[in-house]
């Protein structure tokens, strides 16, 4: 199975800050990787697909990029709704494998 | 706007069985592959289980594996997940996806199902 490890666990930050979260994969992927916003008691959505993808109506504020084993997810300027956990989400094979999340709290 | 609503949660002993529904609505159910995926309370998230757009093919996770059994129902426009054996380690709230099999990544998600596996 491949082996996704997000870092860091937590981070705190300001509105208008650039906030990196970095994923790696226990094996090589491509650009199999999607990123996914989840807020407390609602359910996940989709970010970022194909490592570097916009998924609609999702704003260009939020960037992801890599390849291979090392990924990151860019957003350039927080906002108030921003404040959530992330996981990433390998694509490339069966089992299909999340991160462990990053929260991202208001500092 | 796509819709997947989730139903049939509750609170099950260990070694019982529930069945999960999901009610597509909004897109061409037929047309995608769907899937499981749950989450424990205060943990992450766990995939599950997918089936392709016909049903011939499923995978599972080898937590779930000869216990949990994904089909759907193309003329419904449901989805399934029939758990059997439950575990407490079963607990988490389920989602039902869209996507996870020709494209593995999970475009929308219903709001959840909450499962709880006591005595």
């Known amino acids: 199975d491949i082996q996704m490890t997000q870092s860091p666990s937590s981070v705190s930050a300001s509105l208008g800050d650039r906030v990196t979260i970095t994923c790696r994969a226990s094996?090589?992927?491509?650009?199999?990787l999607a990123w996914y916003q989840q807020k407390p008691g609602k359910a996940p959505k989709l970010l970022i697909y194909?490592?570097?993808s916009l998924q609609s109506g999702v704003p260009s504020r939020f960037s992801g990029s890599g390849s291979g084993t090392d990924f990151t997810l860019t957003i350039s300027r927080l906002q108030p709704e921003d404040f959530a956990t992330y996981y990433c989400q390998q694509t490339n094979s069966f089992p299909l494998t999340f991160g462990g999340g990053t929260k991202v709290e208001i500092k | 706007e796509v819709q997947l609503l989730e139903s049939g949660g509750g609170l099950e002993q260990p070694g019982g069985s529930l069945r999960l529904s999901c009610a597509a609505s909004?897109?061409?159910?037929?047309?995608?592959?769907m899937s499981w995926v749950r989450q424990a309370p205060g943990k992450g998230l766990e995939w599950v289980s997918s089936i392709s757009t016909n049903g011939v093919t499923t995978y599972y996770a080898d937590s779930v594996k000869g216990r949990f059994t994904i089909s759907r129902d193309n003329s419904k426009n449901t989805l399934f997940l029939q758990m059997n054996s439950l575990r407490a380690d079963d607990t988490a709230v389920y989602y039902c996806a869209k996507g996870g099999v020709a494209a593995r990544h999970f475009h929308y998600w219903g709001q959840g199902t909450l499962v709880t596996v006591s005595s």
């Open positions: 909004e897109f061409t159910f037929s047309s995608y592959g």
């Open positions: 194909a490592a570097s």
């Open positions: 094996q090589g992927i491509s650009s199999w």
